[in-house]
């Protein structure tokens, strides 16, 4: 006890103010320590020895933990079950967003563990997708409805897609892989399409007097380039590939919601309200986050008295079924010139309303 105490004044800066510590030998200190309350050490203190700690200072962060955000009417019980939230928010890119008010993550990689974590619980009997994207990355929605794909069939669990806002391009991409799709009266749903964003700033670096002067093998090699017009084969070398993914696009739609085939319009990129989205078969209907859960209760045999919960870690201040946890970083600059960020943007978008401010300040 002794010994705890001296090393603890030690650490306080408190201690003999008359005579120095003599330090000698070794000792380690690993871990957390906190004092609270008052220490007083009275006459001489010597200690021999020498004082180690180690700081983990790279990532304060958890792991993701369940925190229960709604028990239904009535006290919740948790051996009944769980239904779990899985909050997919803003743009989906597959890089880290970082900066002034983010969280830093990376939605691909937050999404893959949150479904591990869910894998590993088997108190979670079902799963609500709450989703209030316009969409993203072409490549990176189509990693994460892969990843919910495998994740229905290896668990059995059902899973309901409940569109907030917004549920357009990859977003709807990802919520029609559920087993049953909600979107709210007001929400916007729909934009299957493709953009690339891409703008020629010739004349505008001639203003400034800049040139460009690239050193490159291979003609294409800086196809889509800010610096230069775009010549009519590039176009349509990069047109090819935008129909290609749209045509994927559109196939998974088909698979997954085979009753939306039926309207042509679906796919020509446009959006509609939720209740527009219904009647061309692009969700299975109208309703509200609370409808989702209680779908699936339903779906799993679960009672009101199960809990509801959703994965948070300890630096995560979210902690209801509306709230969303930072990770849209603003910029300090009000302007913003179109093309001038182009290499930090994703390429092909599954997006609507792709505006490059908009992208930027997510971090794109």
């Avoid at 087993?179 to 001639?206: K, R």
């Amino acid at each position: 006890m002794l010994r705890l105490l001296l090393l603890l004044t030690v650490l306080l800066g408190v201690g003999c103010r008359t005579r120095p510590f003599l330090m000698r030998g070794g000792m380690n200190v690993d871990g957390d320590m906190r004092m609270n309350g008052k220490m007083d050490v009275a006459g001489d203190m010597k200690m021999s020895g020498n004082m180690n700690t180690s700081m983990k200072t790279d990532n304060t962060a958890s792991r993701l933990a369940s925190v229960v955000i709604h028990s239904g009417k009535s006290a919740p019980n948790p051996s009944l079950g769980k239904v779990a939230i899985i909050d997919v928010d803003g743009i989906l890119i597959n890089k880290n967003i970082s900066g002034l008010g983010s969280m830093g993550e990376n939605p691909v990689a937050l999404f893959r563990e949150k479904l591990d974590a869910l894998r590993a619980d088997s108190s979670v009997k079902a799963v609500v997708l709450r989703i209030n994207s316009p969409g993203g990355g072409v490549t990176a929605t189509d990693i994460m409805s892969r990843d919910l794909v495998r994740f229905r069939e290896e668990t059995q669990l059902p899973v309901v897609a409940c569109l907030m806002d917004v549920g357009a391009g990859g977003a709807y991409f990802l919520a029609a892989h559920a087993d049953t799709v909600l979107a709210h009266p007001t929400s916007i749903v729909g934009g299957i399409g493709v953009i690339l964003n891409v703008y020629n700033l010739e004349d505008t670096l001639g203003q400034f007097n800049i040139a460009s002067a690239p050193i490159k093998a291979g003609e294409q090699i800086d196809i889509a380039s800010t610096e230069r017009a775009m010549e009519k084969e590039e176009r349509a070398s990069l047109q090819s590939i935008a129909d290609a993914f749209h045509s994927r696009f559109i196939e998974h739609i088909k698979s997954a919601r085979p009753s939306s085939a039926n309207h042509q319009e679906n796919f020509e990129g446009g959006i509609f309200t939720g209740t527009a989205a219904r009647e061309k078969g692009l969700i299975d209907d109208v309703g509200y986050l609370d409808d989702a859960i209680a779908i699936a209760r339903t779906r799993s045999n679960l009672s009101e008295s199960s809990q509801v919960v959703m994965l948070r870690r300890d630096n995560d201040r979210a902690y209801s079924q509306f709230d969303v946890t930072p990770n849209s970083p603003y910029s300090l600059l009000p302007i913003k010139m179109p093309g001038l960020d182009r290499s930090t943007l994703p390429t092909f978008l599954y997006l609507w309303q792709a505006d490059p401010s908009y992208l930027t300040a997510a971090g794109g």
